[in-house]
Each structure stands twice: as structure tokens, then as C-alpha cells.
């Protein structure tokens, strides 16, 4: 994987850090707040609703009904586009969401229940994956930014595996570490948890002898705002990037953080950001190659 951005600047932080206490982490209000707006700073999330909506759907070939578990879908606004271009025709879609906040399995099925699609039926599952069971195999079981936070990556994946029918697939949209999440890495309270970025997730899969097929969906982040006045306007979108309370960093590593930003911004752009995420899609055992299917589809394969 090419990194993008030097990693100096981001030595200098983690040197400045040794002896700070771990910053304060985000109470749930804070991180839904957070989120939205570092959502609406970048143009991720709508090239990853085009991109599924328009790659996935030829992989499930024509299967009727064709069953649908998401792990952690918050709102539903990744899985709407999606769902609505399964059930385009007709044909009947089984969708189940699988979400451990209240508030967002509601948005979740609120938005789904909303969608002109007759065929479509969504269930929301509040509660978390490992106490899942879909009762049918199913034909896609997705995760969409949200293997950052489980416990035990392995028995995630084995329990995913396990769900999908043979010829089905396994996807999983993950940030890389670089350039952003070794912010993350670095700088979210963690509490002694690991977390897992798309690099982890891709060698889980190989170590089981399943071929993984990348695509790395390169949208662009704006944090001018965080260069500009990060204890102001740029505050929630820092906080998000970091995991963490940014009000509470010392003088010395914020300055440090936003000397890595600035390292990391795209050419001419002070402030802009690439912002990637790797979609990883894995086929469990059966007739059809993603590959074949996929074809070029203007992301970066690898």
C-alpha cells in the first residue's frame, strides 16, 4: 500500500504524547455530534453510497429474495442507496441491520421503511453482532466502518463467514491506517483495546485462505476549519479524527497535530485531506469471481 504523507511530523506527536495522560474520550452525544459534521466536511460517504449501490448489487447475481445483514449500520444512509438498488425491478430484498445504538436502529429503519420500494422488507436488530442470528444464510453480510470497534476481530469475521452462503459475499469499507487513522491510533484513549484498519481485517481473511479483492475509495476531507481555529469552528471535526476531547491536548502536540495535517494535505490544499477508505470483498467459496464481475469501475484496484 502506498502511504500517503511523511511519517516525521507524526513522530514528533507521538514523542510529544509519552508523557501526557490520556485525552478524555467522546461521551455517545458528543461522537453522534461530532460525526455528522466531520461526515458533512467530506465527500466519503457519498462516493461509497454510489459505489455500492452501483458495484454491489451485479455480485449477488439474481438471487430472489436476496438476503442482506449490515453490522453496524447507524442511520441507514450508507444501506438506503443500497437497498434501493437490490430491490430495483421488483425484486424482493430481505435487509436486516444490525445496530447497537437505539436512536440509529430507529433512523435506520425509519429510512428504510421510507424507501418507494414495495419487495423491500428491512429488520432492525438492536444489539450487537456477536448475539446475531439470521436464521437463513445470507447472500451479503456487510460492515461499514464499523470493525474499528469490536473486541475480537477473528470471531467477528468467523461469525460473518459463517452467515453467508456459499457463493456469497463478505464486505468490509475500512479506513487504512495512513494517512489519518494513525491519529487515531495514536491519540483516541483506546483503554487497552486494539483497533482493527483495513490492513488488520485483509490479513484476518488471507490467514484463512480466502482471496481478498480491494478497492480503495479516495474521497477528500476538509479540515481548513482544524488548521484555521481547532479549538473553534475545526473542534468537532478534530475531535472526531482523533477519537478523542482535541480541547484537552497540551499546546506542544497540537501544534505537532496540525503540522502532520498539514504534511498530509493534498498538493496546493492546506487543509484538504485524503480521506480513503478500502473496501474489502471477499467471496466465500463458490461459483462466481468478483473480479470477473467487478471489472475497472474508476476506483483504485489493487
Not at 514528533?12 to 478524555?24: E, K, V
Not at 455500492?52 to 445483514?69: E, H, K, M
Not at 456477536?130 to 469490536?150: C, E, K, N, R
Not at 453467508?164 to 468490509?172: D, E, I, P, Q, T
Request: overall charge negative; hydrophobic content about 45%; proline content about 9%.
Amino acid at each position: 500500500m502506498t502511504v500517503l504523507g511523511p511519517t516525521l511530523p507524526l513522530d514528533g506527536l507521538r514523542a510529544r504524547m509519552l508523557d501526557q495522560p490520556l485525552l478524555p474520550a467522546l461521551s455517545p452525544e458528543r461522537y453522534a455530534r461530532t460525526h455528522a459534521v466531520y461526515e458533512a466536511a467530506s465527500d466519503q460517504r457519498s462516493l461509497l453510497q454510489s459505489w455500492l449501490s452501483t458495484a454491489l448489487p451485479p455480485l449477488l447475481g439474481d438471487a430472489d429474495p436476496v438476503r442482506v445483514v449490515g453490522v453496524g449500520v447507524g442511520d441507514g444512509s450508507v444501506d438506503a442507496p443500497l437497498a434501493a438498488a437490490l430491490a430495483a425491478g421488483g425484486r424482493r430484498v430481505r435487509y436486516t441491520g444490525v445496530e447497537p445504538h437505539p436512536p440509529s436502529a430507529a433512523q435506520f429503519a425509519s429510512r428504510l421503511n421510507g424507501l418507494d420500494a414495495p419487495a423491500l422488507t428491512p429488520t432492525v436488530v438492536i444489539g450487537d453482532f456477536a448475539d446475531h442470528d439470521t436464521g437463513h444464510p445470507a447472500d451479503l453480510v456487510h460492515f461499514v466502518h464499523s470493525l474499528y470497534y469490536v473486541t475480537d476481530l477473528a470471531a467477528a469475521l468467523d461469525q460473518a463467514v459463517c452467515m453467508v452462503r456459499s457463493g456469497g459475499l463478505l464486505m468490509a469499507a475500512v479506513a487504512p491506517l495512513q494517512p489519518l487513522c494513525a491519529l487515531t491510533e495514536l491519540l483516541c484513549p483506546w483503554t487497552g483495546r486494539k483497533p482493527w484498519f483495513s490492513e488488520d481485517v485483509c490479513a484476518d481473511l488471507e490467514s484463512r485462505g480466502l482471496h481478498v479483492r480491494t478497492e480503495t475509495i479516495l474521497g477528500k476531507l476538509d479540515a481548513r476549519d482544524v488548521l484555521d481555529d481547532p479549538r473553534g469552528r475545526g473542534e468537532a471535526v478534530l475531535d472526531f479524527l482523533i477519537g478523542a476531547r482535541s480541547r484537552a491536548l497540551a499546546r506542544d502536540p497540537l501544534v505537532a497535530l496540525l503540522d502532520y495535517l498539514r504534511e498530509v494535505s493534498l498538493p496546493g490544499q492546506p487543509g484538504v485531506l485524503p480521506h480513503p477508505v478500502d473496501v474489502l470483498l471477499t467471496r466465500v467459496p463458490g461459483n462466481v469471481n468478483v473480479q470477473d464481475v467487478l471489472g475497472d469501475r474508476g476506483s483504485r484496484q489493487r
